[in-house]
């Protein structure tokens, strides 16, 4: 459910008079994503999202991001920009909230994935850092390797290892293990840093748009391709991995942007870094949302099994 603020048919039409996007037709909540309250708009012109930004996203980063879409969709990537009323005006105030009104996309979203849409998800993620090669703008990241350590600490070691027993040993360990051995050399770039399959659009094996940029940062460029692994080459629950769906991922992407000798060798704990990432992230989550409110929480477990399979399978991202 991702509506947390409601907005009247009245409020959406007035608010469309500031654009050159005809009137209302029909305004529907979106119960997908977590973070922000979507709209899905049909007018006498066109579809948009009006997207209503949340707790989540800070106001501050909005430029951030009109910015990356922009450049992104300017060098032909499939992104949906934020559309400009008649004076220019990108980042509104709509029900107390920041909006802005979005270009619709079409597509959905696949839940268990082939090779052939990861092929095409790792060529669109490719052409993506290919087009950012030259984007100035940079955002620091509030969840890399440093901030792991402190969202731990604010899990609390009890907590945690209700979860599961052990995790909280077994987090320290991982983090001990990923500060001797992360590989800050590495070529750094504005990177997605959240590329789910809930954040991909297909229409059979096409992308057919990336959407949700609100974790959009500046860190090691290859880490994004390691999120983008841990996300797409498993079983929704982490037990069973993918080779081929693997396979196939990497490939598109080095197919659109090259992938040197040093990136392809410090996959294997790139992708130990993104599985303990969204492990942190899920068990902060899971610890402090309430079991009845309105997001569901998604299970920490999923990416402990993937940390553990890439704990155990260094292999796997030998060519
Ligand atoms: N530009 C777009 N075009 C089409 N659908 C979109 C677009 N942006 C968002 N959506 C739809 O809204 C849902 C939630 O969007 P998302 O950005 O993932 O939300 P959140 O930031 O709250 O997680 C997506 O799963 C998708 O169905
Ligand atoms: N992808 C993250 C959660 C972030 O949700 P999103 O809907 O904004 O992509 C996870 O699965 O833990």
């Not at 105030?93 to 268990?112: M, Q, Y």
């Not at 350590?149 to 945690?160: T, V």
């Not at 990923?178 to 959240?194: E, F, G, N, T």
């Not at 492990?279 to 999923?302: E, G, S």
């Amino acid at each position: 459910m991702a509506v947390y603020t409601k907005v009247s048919a009245e409020e959406i039409d007035q608010f469309l008079t500031r654009f050159d996007a005809g009137t209302l037709v029909s305004a529907k909540g979106i119960a997908e994503g977590v973070e922000n309250s979507n709209y899905l708009l049909e007018t006498t012109q066109d579809r948009f999202i009006l997207t209503l930004y949340e707790k989540r996203v800070d106001p501050a980063d909005l430029p951030f991001f009109i910015a990356m879409l922009d450049h992104l969709a300017e060098h032909g990537c499939l992104v949906p920009p934020m559309i400009a009323d008649r004076e220019g005006t990108k980042i509104h105030n709509l029900c107390g909230r920041r909006a802005c009104l979005i270009k619709f996309l079409p597509g959905v979203s696949v839940s268990h994935p082939t090779a052939a849409q990861a092929r095409a998800t790792g060529e669109a993620l490719g052409e993506m850092h290919r087009a950012l090669a030259d984007f100035g703008p940079e955002r620091r990241n509030s969840l890399d390797h440093d901030g792991w350590w402190s969202l731990a600490e604010q899990c609390g070691p009890a907590e945690l290892d209700k979860i599961a027993p052990g995790l909280a040993q077994a987090i320290a360990d991982e983090l001990d293990h990923l500060d001797q051995h992360w590989p800050h050399h590495l070529p750094r770039s504005v990177i997605h840093a959240d590329l789910f399959p809930d954040n991909v659009l297909m229409l059979g094996d096409r992308v057919t748009g990336l959407i949700d940029f609100y974790f959009s940062c500046t860190d090691i460029r290859a880490y994004d391709l390691a999120v983008t692994h841990a996300a797409w080459c498993f079983s929704d629950d982490g037990t069973d991995f993918h080779d081929p769906v693997s396979q196939a991922l990497i490939a598109g992407y080095a197919s659109a942007f090259a992938l040197s000798d040093a990136e392809r060798e410090a996959l294997p704990l790139l992708a130990r870094g993104a599985a303990l990432r969204f492990l942190l992230t899920r068990a902060y989550d899971w610890i402090n949302t309430p079991a009845d409110a309105l997001v569901t929480r998604k299970p920490p477990q999923a990416f402990l099994q993937r940390l553990r399979y890439y704990q155990n399978h260094p292999d796997i991202f030998k060519p």
